[in-house]
């Protein structure tokens, strides 16, 4: 059995630990924090215009789709789907086409793959729709959302504002103590009962994201039923019950594989002098003091400059904060960003460069270390955010590295 040590516990590192312990790996994962899934709105971007020869012939040849393939990028996303689905999360899409969905702001967003739950307000369905405000919730706007809709053509039928009985008092509620009063049967079935008379004549409705953390398609499906309404969910601001949803999805499947997660340690590299050419494993920081943790292969899936991965100094330099990998980065400051805030960034593409096999890779092009492996947020040669691709490279370079590091 194969000793796979994972740091990090965003999408990257979460799917990855999943992944190698299914396949038979012993996987400890360490992380000092929670990942960026609470930020993000719980879909899979993959590229937009979508993925297809041509447009994956004009990814840099660095990018880490290009490193993939897209053969591994398909069976990346099949994965990705099983996991899920046995978690009670079913996610719908195609590699080959976008769905457009409704944004809490009142924008179409392009995705992949996206939740059911989302996927249901894909917005090439035929026919109207409404939305729904929840009274007291102050992070969605249905008549700010309709509004802007309708300015783009859109078929919005019309805005509701529902109830939610017995509401704890005291501070307004964020998506996630929603989420957790939707969790309770007794509840949610009252609320529900109670949207009966104002949906009356309704058939597809928006509402925002918070129908609960667990179990939440079983329940939206019951309520669907309940009310004779299609019923799509719309991502709010953070925390994102979503991004939380598939967290806790990719967790348990991790943990239920096998994979020990150690959290709120810090890491920094482990490379002995007497392993040439090979990383140990890291050095971990938590309460118990520094602990080494050795492994046979490392997976680094510690994001980019927002979580610690990349760390940018004023002077210029941009360092990898474990290994100290060499990052790919413009040397001037002034060479960090674009003319236009609206242009592609410069600073999106700063990252560590890999190779076919997904080891970092030094300037000559050969890999750094034996058995080092690096994906997701920390990777370079892509703008994740311009291209749309942000959680599709996260899952591929996951999968690609996961696969590498078992050969
Ligand atoms: C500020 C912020 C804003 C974001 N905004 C959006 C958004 O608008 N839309 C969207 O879809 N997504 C958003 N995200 C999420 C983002 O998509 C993901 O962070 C990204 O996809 C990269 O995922 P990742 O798993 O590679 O890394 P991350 O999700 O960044 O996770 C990195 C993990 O590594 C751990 N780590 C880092 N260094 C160490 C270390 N030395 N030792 C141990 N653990 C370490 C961190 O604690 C964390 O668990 C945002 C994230 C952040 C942080």
Known sequence: MKRVLVIGAGLTGLFAAAMAARRGAEVTLVTDG??????????????????????FGHLLPAHPYRRAGLERIREAMDLFREFLTEQGLTYFGSLEHNLALPSAAGGIRDTGLAPLAQATGALADAGTFHLASLAHFRDFSAAFAAQRLRQRGLPVGGVVELALPNLPPGRDLYATDLARLFDDREWREETIRSWRSPLTGIQRLGVPAVLGLTGAEAARTSAEEQLGVRLFEIPTLPPSVPGLRLERALRRTAQAAGAHLIEGAHATGLVEAASI????????????????????????ATGGALHGGLVFRSHGAVQESVFDLPVEHASERGGWTAESLFASQPYSRFGVIIGDDFRPVGPDGQPLFENLFAAGGLLGGCDRTAEGSRQGIDLVSAYCAVEEALT
């Open 34 to 55: 929670r990942g960026g899934l609470e930020l993000s709105h719980g879909c899979i971007d993959l590229l937009t215009p979508p993925l297809s020869p041509e447009t």
């Open 277 to 300: 050419g090979r990383v140990t494993g890291v050095v971990y920081v938590s309460a118990g003091g520094p602990r080494p943790q050795r492994a046979e292969a490392v997976i680094l």
